[in-house]
């Protein structure tokens, strides 16, 4: 016992080694105060990666070191908690557990996944046919992902899946809706019309569809095509034993409740735009009504994953701070002088690096978007248009990510240890030369041929 204790912390004090040396040696000019904020953030992501400590405890590190050298105002390192999508995340989460309480889930489960998903391949089809279909029901990709979940994790109970295998099966969810969220403009209500209002640029649904749907459709095969030869062997091993099926007895008033009050909550999310009610509100108030019915009780308070939420204001806090300190920007200084002077496929090989090793560092697409948009706009101009530079940012930073931090639907899933961070970096390393093969094979030959390059 006091062997693996000593092993454990010599790993802890072997983390240190990077983060003081950057420090100490203040790369690229930094000044102390963005010395600190790198080397802190280096240090907790071989935190988060290694997980020698634990990723509560990590993420307080991080806020608490983005409080005191960030030089950025407390209220935007802070910034998540006081957000709407905060409130939506750990809403989304308790309606969910209500569809379980309620049997919906199961009845789901056993109407679909029971009848049809009788092999792990139809399962993780079925991850990008749901993916896609919720599209026009949920455009928040996170409340989709938590409540697809919710049904796997339904489905999986009393079957002999292994915990390996469940792991695969559930991240195919998350991996799946990262490229489904791409095929419309309403896909991720929040990160597609960021990027276009970064890059001051405006597109419709129809216009969105035209530059983006019949790539996104063929990288959307690719990945899953990626997904299962990557997996293949864990796949493989997973078996998915039948359960005798018991006749379902009549809906309960309970259950009934469930599916009107998830109805009226679809609905209204699905029509935001017209009513203009905050989807967060309408979570609460489902959420609300579930505890009145019964649906919910206090000891369902549990799934609002308190863990989970620290670890994503930490991960969201990184953009913010790395761009409020500085450091954004003096790496961003540093990338700019690799740019060739003329138009050429290196040209977007290097923008499409830029965006990749920023994304690293901020970890946040949205901030990372907001980094290096309206710069790349300035310094492009006259070579790229704007609006096929805005969508080959976009798809880089979406498809991008080495770690769970680096895409928050893919971090919801991590965070709730539905897979491990070894899963998602051995797809994410995948990924990093998919998003290389998709842009030069589908979306520069398709713009090309569309005429907006």
Same mark, same amino acid.
């Given at each position: 016992?006091?062997?693996?204790?000593?092993?454990?912390?010599?790993?802890?004090?072997?983390?240190?080694?990077?983060?003081?040396?950057?420090?100490?040696?203040?790369?690229?000019?930094?000044?102390?105060?963005?010395?600190?904020?790198?080397?802190?953030?280096?240090?907790?992501?071989?935190?988060?990666?290694?997980?020698?400590?634990?990723?509560?405890?990590?993420?307080?590190?991080?806020?608490?070191?983005?409080?005191?050298?960030?030089?950025?105002?407390?209220?935007?390192?802070?910034?998540?908690?006081?957000?709407?999508?905060?409130?939506?995340?750990?809403?989304?989460?308790?309606?969910?557990?209500?569809?379980?309480?309620?049997?919906?889930?199961?009845?789901?489960?056993?109407?679909?996944?029971?009848?049809?998903?009788?092999?792990?391949?139809?399962?993780?089809?079925?991850?990008?046919?749901?993916?896609?279909?919720?599209?026009?029901?949920?455009?928040?990709?996170?409340?989709?992902?938590?409540?697809?979940?919710?049904?796997?994790?339904?489905?999986?109970?009393?079957?002999?899946?292994?915990?390996?295998?469940?792991?695969?099966?559930?991240?195919?969810?998350?991996?799946?809706?990262?490229?489904?969220?791409?095929?419309?403009?309403?896909?991720?209500?929040?990160?597609?019309?960021?990027?276009?209002?970064?890059?001051?640029?405006?597109?419709?649904?129809?216009?969105?569809?035209?530059?983006?749907?019949?790539?996104?459709?063929?990288?959307?095969? *690719?990945?899953?095509?990626? !997904?299962?030869? =990557?997996? $293949?062997? +864990?796949?493989? &091993?997973?078996? %998915?034993?039948?359960?005798?099926?018991?006749?379902?007895?009549?809906?309960?008033?309970?259950?009934?409740?469930?599916?009107?009050?998830?109805?009226?909550?679809?609905?209204?999310?699905?029509?935001?735009?017209?009513?203009?009610?905050?989807?967060?509100?309408?979570?609460?108030?489902?959420? *609300?009504?579930?505890?009145? !019915?019964?649906? =919910?009780? $206090?000891? +369902?308070?549990? &799934?609002?994953? %308190?863990?989970?939420?620290?670890?994503?204001?930490?991960?969201?806090?990184?953009?913010?701070?790395?761009?409020?300190?500085?450091?954004?920007?003096?790496?961003?200084?540093?990338?700019?002088?690799?740019?060739?002077?003329?138009?050429?496929?290196?040209?977007?090989?290097?923008?499409?690096?830029?965006?990749?090793?920023?994304?690293?560092? =901020?970890?946040?697409?949205?901030?990372?978007?907001?980094?290096?948009?309206?710069?790349?706009?300035?310094?492009?101009?006259?070579?790229?248009?704007?609006?096929?530079?805005?969508?080959?940012?976009?798809?880089?930073?979406?498809?991008?990510?080495?770690?769970?931090?680096?895409?928050?639907?893919?971090?919801?899933?991590?965070?709730?240890?539905?897979?491990?961070?070894?899963?998602?970096?051995?797809?994410?390393?995948?990924?990093?030369?998919?998003?290389?093969?998709?842009?030069?094979?589908?979306?520069?030959?398709?713009?090309?041929?569309?005429?907006?390059?």
């Amino acid at each position: 016992m006091e062997t693996a204790v000593a092993k454990r912390s010599y790993k802890q004090l072997y983390t240190f080694i990077l983060p003081l040396l950057i420090v100490l040696l203040r790369p690229l000019g930094m000044n102390l105060n963005q010395s600190i904020i790198l080397g802190a953030l280096v240090l907790v992501l071989i935190w988060w990666t290694t997980g020698v400590v634990n990723k509560t405890y990590s993420s307080i590190v991080l806020l608490v070191v983005f409080a005191l050298f960030g030089s950025t105002p407390f209220n935007v390192v802070f910034r998540f908690p006081m957000s709407s999508n905060f409130y939506m995340i750990g809403f989304s989460f308790l309606l969910s557990q209500g569809i379980v309480n309620s049997n919906v889930a199961n009845r789901l489960s056993g109407a679909i996944l029971n009848k049809y998903c009788n092999h792990p391949y139809k399962l993780i089809l079925m991850s990008f046919i749901f993916g896609t279909v919720l599209i026009f029901l949920i455009p928040q990709p996170f409340s989709r992902v938590i409540l697809l979940a919710s049904i796997y994790r339904q489905f999986f109970k009393g079957r002999e899946i292994g915990e390996k295998g469940m792991s695969v099966l559930l991240f195919s969810i998350f991996m799946a809706s990262t490229a489904t969220s791409m095929l419309f403009l309403n896909g991720d209500i929040i990160l597609n019309l960021a990027a276009l209002q970064f890059g001051e640029v405006s597109l419709g649904w129809l216009e969105w569809a035209k530059y983006m749907l019949l790539p996104s459709i063929a990288t959307t095969l *690719l990945m899953g095509g990626g !997904f299962l030869l =990557l997996f $293949k062997e +864990d796949i493989s &091993s997973i078996k %998915i034993n039948s359960i005798k099926e018991e006749k379902g007895a009549a809906a309960d008033i309970k259950e009934k409740a469930a599916i009107v009050i998830m109805g009226l909550v679809i609905l209204l999310w699905m029509t935001e735009s017209i009513h203009s009610v905050n989807s967060a509100i309408v979570a609460l108030v489902g959420t *609300l009504a579930m505890f009145i !019915f019964g649906i =919910l009780e $206090k000891k +369902d308070l549990k &799934s609002f994953n %308190i863990s989970l939420m620290i670890f994503l204001t930490a991960a969201f806090s990184i953009g913010s701070v790395m761009k409020g300190s500085g450091v954004a920007d003096i790496l961003y200084a540093r990338l700019m002088t690799v740019f060739p002077s003329s138009f050429s496929n290196l040209y977007i090989m290097i923008i499409i690096a830029v965006v990749m090793i920023l994304h690293m560092f =901020l970890g946040s697409s949205l901030t990372t978007l907001s980094v290096v948009v309206p710069g790349l706009i300035e310094l492009t101009k006259g070579t790229l248009g704007a609006i096929p530079l805005v969508l080959l940012a976009y798809i880089t930073v979406n498809l991008h990510y080495i770690l769970p931090f680096h895409h928050v639907t893919i971090m919801i899933g991590a965070g709730n240890n539905y897979y491990s961070n070894r899963i998602v970096a051995k797809f994410g390393l995948l990924m990093t030369i998919l998003v290389f093969l998709v842009v030069f094979g589908l979306y520069l030959p398709w713009w090309r041929f569309i005429k907006i390059i």
